[in-house]
């Protein structure tokens, strides 16, 4: 399974924060309300895919006003490490489970959860784990909210020749095998939204593209390199590779540059 480092978590979450999509995270909030109110008041538990250090948690929990509890499924054992120290930390109610969702969402995850979400991730899918995902939510008649999922598109300002090469190769990189298949890439919003309404979900969806502040360094630094070494491992031109990158990391330094990386979210209602 494709992991991620902590120092490159925590340097994306403000950019996460600023992207995430109001409208799409309103039907979600709204949809658990009516569900709450079925619950006698109890607090609802809502269980977090690819929970990471446990961002999605930390950017939903404010905006829903709502006592819930909170599942957090990650296989990186650093990563569990330090959600559970933030979670403390924060005083959220979190349980942080090491699952390896490979082979997909288990029903012991499931049992006594009342929605689940993840932020970041199905583009990490394949299909046919999307597809059974969508089904296995089906049949327990719970809500999805899916936040930050790449769909392609990048850019930086200022623009730069060679940026297109970085994209295709960026987009290439997206497609291989993240442990789950191989991985939807920049399909995986498209692709979700169609099977979710399939298993016959309302979907809501919209825009969550990040903007990277000029003063945002170490976010576009990992962001640039990141992208370089995934147009090395593509097959990119080792020279071209190496001129970019090192025109795109002084503009960093100097505050120069913004980048910008198309992301959608999602809402998968059930009737």
């Known amino acids: 399974m494709s992991g991620f480092t902590g120092d490159w978590l ?5 950019a996460d924060l600023r992207a995430r999509n109001a409208d ?3 039907a979600f ?6 569900t709450l109110q079925t619950r006698a008041n109890r607090p609802l538990t809502v269980l977090d895919l690819g929970a990471g250090t446990g961002a999605t948690m930390r950017a939903l929990a404010p905006h829903l006003g709502m006592p819930v509890r909170w599942r957090l499924a990650e296989h990186d054992p650093a990563l569990i490490a330090l959600a559970r120290d933030l979670a403390r ?4 109610e979190a349980e942080v489970v090491e699952a390896d969702l490979s082979q997909g969402v288990s029903g012991g995850l499931l049992d006594g959860v009342d929605a689940v979400t ?8 394949s299909a046919d784990w999307l597809d059974e995902l969508a089904r296995t939510l089906r049949r327990a008649g719970l809500p999805f909210l899916a936040m930050l999922t790449y769909d392609g598109r990048q850019s930086l300002d200022p623009e730069h020749p060679f940026d297109e090469t970085v994209r295709a190769a960026m ?5 291989g095998d993240k442990g789950f298949g191989a991985a939807l890439g920049p399909a995986a919003h498209a692709h979700a939204a169609a099977s979710f309404r399939m298993q016959g979900y309302r979907v809501v969806d919209g825009l969550s593209d990040w903007r990277a502040l000029p003063e945002e360094t170490v976010f576009q630094t990992l962001l640039v390199e990141g992208w370089a070494q995934a147009a090395r491992e593509t097959g990119a031109g080792a020279d071209e590779i190496d001129n970019w990158l090192a025109l795109r990391l002084a503009q960093v330094a100097d505050a120069r540059l913004v980048a910008r990386v198309g992301h ?3 809402a998968a209602l059930p009737g």
């Open 24 to 26: 799409v995270r309103a």
């Open 118 to 125: 993840t932020s970041a991730f199905l583009d990490l899918v």
């Open 10 to 14: 925590a340097a994306r979450e403000p």
């Open 29 to 34: 909030r709204d949809h658990l309300g009516e």
């Open 171 to 175: 987009a290439a990189h997206q497609g």
């Open 264 to 266: 959608r979210d999602l």
């Open 89 to 92: 930390r924060d005083g959220f």
